[in-house]
């Protein structure tokens, strides 16, 4: 790892004006657990590194006027045990509890998730089925951005070189909602999803019609996606087996996946729509 300059703010108006000098390359670090391998291996070369983890504004999971705020710096491991998301966005927090391993579940922050713009992310689908949104802030001022805008390709994001993520917000789900995140991966933990999917729906006063349906897919595109025919065509539709299975093909064609040394097209298509009916067959009635 070559040499490079270290530097831990205790203000976000500090960290946003360090990030703001063009005099060295500047990258700023969270949890670490993705920017430390790329350090390593060389694929990342920064000369400064301004180190998040003192900025108090950055922490923390509430609840203000009907809309969820998790700050920047919050941990997987935080996310996944708060009473506040499992009680009212619990898709979010059974994503968290899937991530990685401990060690990294109590280390990596669901932005710097967002940032890294992988699209086998597992927190990002709940974010996308939530309709969230994130705020990106710079040293001149700050402007919210829908989740599903924030990445424009493997890897890559519309964040400015001087802008930083600094907190998430969405509106948490009804009571009654319905909600699940499911992932496909070779093991069941410490693997990278093959397929994701994650789905909220709201029913209507009998429970027997979708009246709003959310559902978004991971690592079956070059970013995660909405599988907005699926939803389209559930809107409206009975709770039957029949109705599902439909949308469950429906949303095997709207994944486009890659073959790559983790799966192949055939296998993630059929998959991400089985998670569909894996999700949501406990509800459905007889035909």
Known sequence: MRDFEYLAPCTLSEALQLLAQEDVH?????????????????????????????????????EEEGIIRIGAMTRYSEVASSPLIQAKAPLLSEACRQIGSWQIRNLGTLAGNLVNASPAADSVPPLFALDAEVILANHRGERAVPVALLAEGPGRTCLGKDELLTSIRFRPLPEAAVSFFLRAGQRRALAISKTSLAFTGILDDRRSTWKEVRIALGAVAPTVIRAHRAETYLVGKPLRRKVLEEAAAIVSEEAKPITDVRSTIEYRRLVTGNLLIQGLWPLMKED
């Open 26 to 62: 500047t990258w700023p670090l969270a949890g670490g657990t993705d920017l430390l391998v790329r350090m390593k291996d060389g694929s990342v070369k920064p000369g400064r590194i301004v180190d998040l983890s003192r900025v108090a504004e950055l922490n923390g999971i509430s």
